[in-house]
Structures are given as structure tokens and as C-alpha cells.
């Protein structure tokens, strides 16, 4: 009897340990959607694209963190709560680390790193959110321990408003950017190349702002000129050399107007612009 009863309580047992619950077709797919749009535009350096999938109360945290390189991800795993709410999407998701290996040489490696991310529904769409542990700022690209503004004690961010806009967000990038000397980037912000002849200028913009940025180059449609980046990932207390050539078209007849390159700094969207003058012609 004794033998019985054990028998018939093992269906029991494992009827307890149920498997984790298994969601709506719909509901994975657009969760899975939302994960990629976010990952793919933070590979993409278009951070402002993924503000839109952070949850109201990670956005401070996404704002201020740095904003580490990513090159590749992949989701492997999703648990999802009770409800269909609430869910741990787990990734591999490579990453562009920078370390020095001397006083004159850094190195730049890719590394693959496990991810585990929190999204919940807000709204009707799923976004990440993330709680902060103590003294960190926790990002979709790791943790920063190098914080641009302090929490309160109450959990809201000191120096930020209490909506977030794209017009407060602006506000408060360029006072972080003034604060840290940002807004004096460039060693210089007009060259002079020749009008005759190849020539190239050297332009170097030093990151003075917390956490790493992302450079884009912006250049007019000009013959013969061009402006390329010695590197576009620039983290804290870097340096990158913007290097603008110009080779005269055999077909040129006269002096080129004055020109504009700029730099833009993401994700402040701040425009840094360097003036190009073309030298007359030797006689």
C-alpha cells in the first residue's frame, strides 16, 4: 500500500515543477522585435533611435550612461513571467573593449559577452527597463561606474527634469558638455589647404565629456576634398584626428569657395565645424 501511494503521488511531483509558461505567438514575436530594433540601433551608434525602447524609468539611466560599442548580438533565451508582462531576454552580444597594453600603445579588442536584459510592457509595447545597484548606473552595454549626475535619495535624478523631452534631453547634454570642457573639443576650427596642389590638414577633437561618444563626419559635395577619422568610437579622455585632403581635379578652373566639414558628437548631437580655405594658386 505504502508502495502504491508512492506511485501514484509521483505524477503529482512532477506536475509541480511546471516548465516555464509559454507565451502567445504574438507576444514573442513583438517582444523579439522590440529586443532587435534596440540592440541593432545601438550597433548602429543611433542612440537616439533606441531612446524610444527604453522603459520612463530607465531613461535617466540610459541617458547618462556610457554608451559602449557593440558589434554584433543574438537573442538566446527568453523567460517570460506569469502574464506575459514581464520578461528576462537573454543575449550574446559582442562588444569593442579598449585597454592599454603600455604608456604609448592602446589596443582594441572584440569580446563576447553574456546579457541579460529586463523588458516589460509599457504602453502596449514592450521596452527595456533596468534597476541601478547602489553607486552604478546599469546600461544595455554594462555597468558605468563613472555616474554624469547623482540619484537622490528618493530615486529621481538630481540636475534633470522631472519629463524627459527631446527638448530637456538637448538642455541637459549641452550643460553637461559645457561643464566638462566639451564645448572646446578641437585643437583647431579652420585649416587652410592648397588650391594647386594635394594638401591635408590634421584636426584633433579630444573628448572631454564622461563616457564615450561617437563621431560622425559631415563634408560638402566638393571635388577633391574628402575627411576621414582616424577612429569614430572616442571614449573619455581620447583623442581622434580628423584628416581633410584635398587633391585639385585636373578639370578645376577656378579657387574653390571656402568649405565647411563638421563633426558631430553622438548621442549629444552636438556639431563641431571646421572651416576649410583653399590657398590661391602659386604664380
Do not use: C, W
Given at each position: 500500500?505504502?508502495?502504491?501511494?508512492?506511485?501514484?503521488?509521483?505524477?503529482?511531483?512532477?506536475?509541480?515543477?511546471?516548465?516555464?509558461?509559454?507565451?502567445?505567438?504574438?507576444?514573442?514575436?513583438?517582444?523579439?522585435?522590440?529586443?532587435?530594433?534596440?540592440?541593432?540601433?545601438?550597433?548602429?551608434?543611433?542612440?537616439?533611435?533606441?531612446?524610444?525602447?527604453?522603459?520612463?524609468?530607465?531613461?535617466?539611466?540610459?541617458?547618462?550612461?556610457?554608451?559602449?560599442?557593440?558589434?554584433e548580438f543574438k537573442i538566446t533565451n527568453i523567460k517570460y513571467e506569469s502574464g506575459f508582462e514581464k520578461a528576462a531576454v537573454k543575449l550574446d552580444v559582442k562588444r569593442l573593449w579598449s585597454f592599454s597594453v603600455s604608456a604609448q600603445q592602446d589596443t582594441k579588442a572584440e569580446v563576447d559577452v553574456p546579457m541579460i536584459t529586463t523588458w516589460k510592457l509599457e504602453n502596449g509595447k514592450w521596452v527595456w527597463s533596468s534597476e541601478a545597484p547602489k553607486d552604478a548606473w546599469v546600461t544595455p552595454v554594462g555597468p558605468?561606474?563613472?555616474?554624469?549626475?547623482?540619484?537622490?535619495?528618493?530615486?529621481?535624478?538630481?540636475?534633470?527634469?522631472?519629463?524627459?523631452?527631446?527638448?530637456?534631453?538637448?538642455?541637459?547634454?549641452?550643460?553637461?558638455?559645457?561643464?566638462?570642457?566639451?564645448?572646446?573639443?578641437?585643437?583647431?576650427?579652420?585649416?587652410?589647404?592648397?588650391?594647386?596642389?594635394?594638401?591635408?590638414?590634421?584636426?584633433?577633437?579630444?573628448?572631454?565629456?564622461?563616457?564615450?561618444?561617437?563621431?560622425?563626419?559631415?563634408?560638402?559635395?566638393?571635388?577633391?576634398?574628402?575627411?576621414?577619422?582616424?577612429?569614430?568610437?572616442?571614449?573619455?579622455?581620447?583623442?581622434?584626428?580628423?584628416?581633410?585632403?584635398?587633391?585639385?581635379?585636373?578639370?578645376?578652373?577656378?579657387?574653390?569657395?571656402?568649405?565647411?566639414?563638421?563633426?558631430?558628437?553622438?548621442?549629444?548631437?552636438?556639431?563641431?565645424?571646421?572651416?576649410?580655405?583653399?590657398?590661391?594658386?602659386?604664380?
Open positions: 500500500m505504502v508502495l502504491r501511494s508512492t506511485l501514484l503521488l509521483l505524477p503529482l511531483a512532477a506536475f509541480a515543477q511546471t516548465p516555464d509558461p509559454q507565451p502567445p505567438p504574438e507576444v514573442d514575436r513583438a517582444l523579439r522585435a522590440r529586443v532587435t530594433g534596440f540592440f541593432q540601433a545601438l550597433v548602429d551608434a543611433k542612440f537616439y533611435d533606441a531612446f524610444d525602447y527604453v522603459a520612463a524609468d530607465t531613461k535617466d539611466d540610459y541617458f547618462n550612461s556610457g554608451k559602449t560599442p557593440l558589434k558605468s561606474d563613472v555616474p554624469l549626475l547623482k540619484k537622490n535619495a528618493d530615486g529621481t535624478i538630481g540636475g534633470l527634469p522631472p519629463k524627459l523631452t527631446q527638448d530637456t534631453i538637448m538642455a541637459a547634454a549641452q550643460k553637461i558638455l559645457q561643464q566638462s570642457g566639451a564645448d572646446k573639443s578641437l585643437d583647431k576650427s579652420e585649416i587652410t589647404l592648397a588650391a594647386d596642389k594635394a594638401s591635408s590638414e590634421k584636426v584633433v577633437f579630444h573628448n572631454g565629456a564622461q563616457g564615450s561618444v561617437h563621431l560622425e563626419v559631415h563634408a560638402p559635395q566638393l571635388p577633391g576634398l574628402s575627411a576621414k577619422l582616424d577612429k569614430v568610437d572616442v571614449n573619455f579622455e581620447e583623442n581622434a584626428t580628423l584628416l581633410v585632403s584635398y587633391e585639385p581635379p585636373s578639370d578645376a578652373a577656378a579657387i574653390p569657395n571656402v568649405a565647411s566639414v563638421y563633426l558631430v558628437l553622438v548621442p549629444f548631437d552636438q556639431r563641431y565645424e571646421i572651416k576649410v580655405n583653399f590657398g590661391a594658386p602659386k604664380k
